[in-house]
């Protein structure tokens, strides 16, 4: 049975850092809508309302324009071991890219200023709303580690590559909504 919250809590904070993995879905008006899973590692907790994810780069940059086109984003975890359990935070997300003093605050303040190779934006999600449910549908997996791709595939490409990556791939979204990626290099020029 659903149960909803107004805020995260400390049962709900506790189950967060317990996941592996969890999954953002975002959409605006006229989109498709977009599943993408991200490793807990890059997710932080910065308080009962707000959350925040390092976003590497993709293979597109779904959230970020679904966001800035005012669509709305969840970000979902399942338990795959111990008690089953599925919780959505549904919110307004915002995108802080790299070259912005929020990026660079919350980089430093909670991720230790660890920037890996084809970090591309911060993406925080103000939570409007917490569901729990029983996820006894939810089969079990074991974690066995995170992969190691994404860095070999950065390092390989370097800065200079992923910048050219970004601005073929990223850019606009499926959907040809413009992500704002290189948004502040025109206000700069």
Request: hydrophobic content about 35%; aromatic content about 8%; proline content about 4%.
């Amino acid at each position: 049975m659903a149960k909803q919250f107004p805020s995260i809590g400390d049962d709900h904070r506790a189950f967060i850092l317990r996941q592996h993995i969890f999954f953002v879905a975002s959409a605006a008006s006229g989109t498709r809508v977009n599943v993408s899973p991200r490793s807990t590692d890059s997710l932080r907790l910065l308080g009962p309302n707000e959350v925040a994810y390092l976003d590497r780069t993709g293979s597109g940059n779904e959230t970020a324009a679904h966001i800035r086109a005012g669509g709305g984003v969840t970000i979902m975890f399942c338990a795959f071991e111990g008690t089953p359990s599925i919780m959505r935070l549904y919110g307004r997300g915002a995108v802080h890219h790299r070259r912005g003093r929020k990026y660079a605050r919350l980089l430093g303040e909670q991720f230790g200023s660890n920037e890996p190779l084809g970090t591309r934006q911060i993406v925080t999600l103000v939570v409007e709303l917490v569901q729990t449910s029983c996820g006894f549908g939810v089969p079990f997996f074991d974690h066995q580690g995170e992969r190691t791709a994404m860095d070999k595939w950065a390092n390989a490409r370097g800065p200079a590559g992923i910048d050219a990556y970004w601005r073929e791939k990223n850019v606009r979204s499926i959907d040809g909504l413009p992500t704002g990626l290189f948004e502040d290099e025109k206000a700069s020029v």
